[in-house]
């Protein structure tokens, strides 16, 4: 079974950076699509990025383009989302996602989610 532990969230100024991470067991990255939800207080969740190997592409919403990047490191099944030129409106629970096919809400795979709250 595939598990997913997110982790390195945290307190951060408005213009600072933050990674976070999340550790996958259970399962190897090339057979999964990969990435990130946040869902901020009060909104509903929303898309940050996915990425899959198979299908050869990447995607980051609007929002973050440009600013934030996600990798992995498959030696130690864990991916990353380094976050640069952090905004308030970044403030949210963040969560990494795996997926068989493509990063949906309704994927099959969620870690636990770490808070990253961003000062202005």
């Known amino acids: 079974e595939v598990q997913l532990q997110a982790s390195g969230g945290g307190l951060v100024q408005a213009g600072g950076s933050l990674r976070v991470s999340c550790a996958v067991s259970?399962?190897?990255?090339?057979?999964?699509?990969i990435g990130w939800f946040r869902q901020a207080p009060g909104k509903e969740q929303e898309g940050v990025v996915c990425?899959?190997?198979?299908?050869?592409?990447?995607y980051y919403a609007d929002s973050v383009k440009g600013r934030f990047t996600i990798s992995k490191d498959n030696a130690r099944n864990t991916m990353y989302l380094q976050m640069n030129s952090l905004k308030p409106e970044d403030t949210a629970v963040y969560y990494c996602?795996?997926?068989?096919?493509?990063?949906?809400?309704?994927?099959?795979?969620w870690g636990q989610g770490t808070l990253v709250t961003v000062s202005s």
């Open positions: 996602v795996a997926d068989p096919i493509w990063c949906t809400l309704i994927s099959p795979h």
């Open positions: 990425t899959s190997s198979s299908a050869g592409r990447t």
């Open positions: 259970g399962g190897t990255f090339d057979d999964y699509a």
